[in-house]
């Protein structure tokens, strides 16, 4: 459920629109939370005194309510369950801002330090509440070398502000669940990639296994507060759209050799120093008597990111189709995120 709280303010446009003019040329958007304008007022006081608003950090907020949450308390397992995902699924479209959108390797640390969030909480009745925002201060990426060289308005954004902006509105248009909304967050995966597909995919069936309602929001000095609502049934439906449309999975093709045929476990394929094990279910029958072990062959491969209940995403391999190899054996290192 993705709210906006429109109706709950009348908010002047003409003011808020002579706002944006002077800090930057990005649209209107349509929906600004209470306490927006209030809170442009206070960054146009900072600007005036600093020099640019981006001395002010961005912050958020992670609210869990729900059947899982008594009072203002919650499983401990449960909330660090929850979080742990959040952090990855912003990591992981942070990551995918970056062009890095490949489903094996890890993220390089330079994105890492970038989207990391750090949090502070807060009881409220009937809910937990963890004010987060980003570790790294904005002014690095902002002001990269300690001057202002650039108008704020065309001043780049920190990776954490854009990485959570894109998760935050992706949510909240998942929720809808319109077919028409489906097909246009499954292509806005796609895009994205498999690793952000399968975070998200992680971050709804922690939402779903923990009964918790999900309540996120953002505040960005000079934009509108995003925010998305995520219940445990729309959790569900995000999770069957990932992995019913196949968004946690890429396509690879890999040359090695095999190690292992059987009809009823996995094959083992060798790759240089490293194995690893295809799954043949959807492997055609009369595959399975035309090779034999110690064969070169090349293999079409989905890669399926998958979330283990410690926190360590593993990657399934399902074998699509095996022919004889036309080149040399693929090399490279498999390694956990």
Do not use: C
């Amino acid at each position: 459920m993705a709210t906006d709280d429109r109706r709950a303010v009348a908010l002047p446009e003409v003011d808020v629109q002579s706002y944006l003019d002077k800090v930057g040329d990005r649209p209107v958007p349509q929906g600004w939370q209470p306490g927006d304008l209030t809170r442009l007022s206070q960054e146009a006081m900072v600007r005036q005194q600093e020099g640019t608003a981006r001395v002010l950090r961005s912050a958020g907020f992670l609210r869990f309510t729900g059947v899982g949450v008594v009072g203002h308390s919650a499983d401990l397992a449960d909330i660090a369950l929850l979080s742990s995902a959040w952090q990855k699924a912003v990591t992981a479209t942070g990551a995918a801002l970056e062009e890095v959108r490949a489903a094996r390797g890890r993220i390089p640390t330079d994105i890492t330090l970038r989207t990391t969030l750090v949090l502070t909480a807060s009881p409220s009745p009937g809910s937990v509440v963890f004010h987060v925002e980003p570790k790294q201060s904005p002014l690095l990426e902002v002001e990269p070398h300690g001057q202002t060289t650039l108008a704020e308005k065309i001043a780049p954004r920190p990776l954490a502000d854009r990485a959570v902006e894109a998760l935050v509105e992706l949510l909240a248009s998942a929720t809808t669940g319109t077919p028409a909304m489906v097909d246009a967050i499954s292509g806005q995966l796609s895009d994205l990639g498999p690793r952000v597909g399968s975070a998200i995919d992680g971050l709804a069936r922690a939402i779903e296994a923990t009964n918790v309602t999900l309540d996120a929001s953002w505040r960005e000095p000079t934009a509108p507060t995003r925010r998305a609502v995520v219940t445990p049934s729309e959790a569900r439906f995000i999770a069957e759209v990932v992995e019913g449309r196949g968004l946690n999975a890429t396509v690879e093709t890999v040359t090695g050799t095999l190690g292992t045929i059987s009809d009823r476990q996995k094959w083992v394929l060798h790759l240089g120093e490293e194995t690893i094990r295809l799954d043949i279910a959807e492997l055609p029958p009369e595959e399975l008597t035309r090779w034999k072990v110690h064969d070169l062959v090349d293999v079409d491969v989905r890669v399926a990111l998958q979330e283990r209940p410690d926190g360590r995403m593993v990657r399934q391999h399902t074998l699509l189709s095996i022919r004889p190899a036309s080149g040399p054996v693929t090399l490279f290192a498999e390694s956990d995120d």
